[in-house]
């Protein structure tokens, strides 16, 4: 039926406009020669058996992809000792995120997420018709004392990035086994593992051991960081069988790319490209987390691949970010996640890493650096 004064038209559901798009990092610096250090893409860039996999594709472009990813269930399954059955593949970690909220929470459903947890969070909890409820964290990281404070009988969901981007701080696998200990059983648990292979912890772990034991545990991966697959969009979870149907049930029927498969079977297989990443960052970020810090800037300390910087004011961080853009060197500003004194930094290349410190020690030296 019309609406009489003609003024009807559709409409999102309740909680849509409520979100706040998403904002990734800046890509450009007016023509410059650009340092891209804002989105925590490995400075060594995709193993070259991966990038012949991609280039392998092309002539099979016009071919659907084989819509179950078995292949690339069954190398994963292989690479992690897991049963490929219960392996869910996406475009990007990001995506499985979405389908766990649209396939277990509604109106009236509460999900849980921290102060300082990745932004998708909130968003696929209000793209799903659910009420956000944010824990606080302590020192900049994940408490999980705050998080059971905030479940109730509405609680579905609870998002747990391990370590936490954009702090870079992580909980002991002793935590993370205290929180799934107390939680009822009806409350769905994600571990974001996004940045699992970078922590070199005796205390860490990704919660796979969880998931693989637990009903309502499901971990998810990455192929975006150490793999270096960013631009392809793939990840993957690893959840109880019933999870993984309801996820099969609604993700799309093609919703990975063969050539997003292809490049994700080589990436996995090229074990030494993994290394040596995980090599540059072991030597890299104690380096720039020593020199930042020496020049007046303190760091939270991150097992990531990147630094979260602490300005003195929201004013001198904005000022710096413009500085370093105007060197072609791109950090990321993080407003967003409540933190506009901050600017958080990618471990970048051995150019990069040096350029940035020295430009950094020239902002501290300027007028706007000194500045209270």
Same mark, same amino acid.
């Given at each position: ?124 909890? #209000? ?20 998080? &059971? ?15 936490? @981007? ?49 009903? @309502? ?30 996820? @099969? ?74 500085? #370093? ?19 958080? &930094? ?8 040096? #350029? ?17």
């Amino acid at each position: 039926m019309h609406s009489p004064d003609g003024n009807e038209r559709p409409r999102p559901k309740p909680g849509v406009l409520e979100i706040n798009p998403y904002r990734p990092g800046k890509t450009g610096a007016g023509g410059k020669k650009i340092y891209k250090l804002s989105s925590n893409e490995t400075p060594l860039g995709a193993s070259p058996k991966a990038r012949e996999a991609f280039k392998r594709v092309a002539d099979r472009l016009d071919i659907y992809p084989e819509g179950p990813a078995t292949a690339l269930r069954e190398a994963i399954g292989m690479r992690f000792g897991l049963d490929p059955a219960r392996i869910v593949c996406g475009a990007g970690s990001d995506e499985l995120l979405s389908l766990l909220c649209h396939a277990f929470v509604g109106p009236g459903d509460e999900g849980i997420y921290t102060h300082y947890g990745f932004a998708v969070y909130r968003i696929a909890i #209000l793209t799903a018709g659910g009420t956000p409820v944010m824990a606080e964290e302590k020192d900049f990281t994940t408490d999980v004392d705050a998080i &059971l404070e905030k479940v109730t009988p509405n609680t579905r969901i609870i998002f747990l990035a391990n370590p936490n @981007n954009p702090t870079g701080t992580y909980l002991p696998f002793s935590e993370i086994k205290r929180l799934a200990a107390t939680l009822p059983r009806h409350v769905l648990l994600v571990l974001d593992a996004a940045y699992a292979e970078y922590v070199t912890r005796n205390d860490y772990s990704p919660g796979l051991e969880l998931a693989l034991t637990s009903e @309502n545990i499901v971990m998810t991966r990455t192929f975006s960081k150490i793999y270096g697959l960013a631009g392809l969009r793939l990840g993957w979870c690893y959840a109880p069988a019933s999870i993984a149907d309801a996820l @099969n049930r609604i993700r799309g029927p093609f919703n990975v790319s063969t050539a997003a498969m292809e490049a994700g079977i080589a990436a996995l297989q090229d074990v030494e490209h993994i290394d040596k990443a995980i090599a540059h960052n072991e030597k890299w970020l104690p380096w720039l987390e020593q020199e930042i810090t020496s020049i007046g800037i303190p760091v939270t300390p991150s097992v990531g691949n990147f630094l979260l910087l602490h300005f003195k004011s929201t004013q001198q961080a904005r000022a710096a970010d413009v500085f #370093l853009t105007q060197r072609g060197l791109i950090l990321r500003a993080v407003d967003v996640y409540d933190l506009p004194q901050c600017l958080r &930094l990618t471990v970048g290349t051995e150019e990069a890493n040096r #350029l940035v410190v020295s430009a950094l020690a020239d902002f501290m030296r300027s007028k706007d650096g000194s500045r209270d």
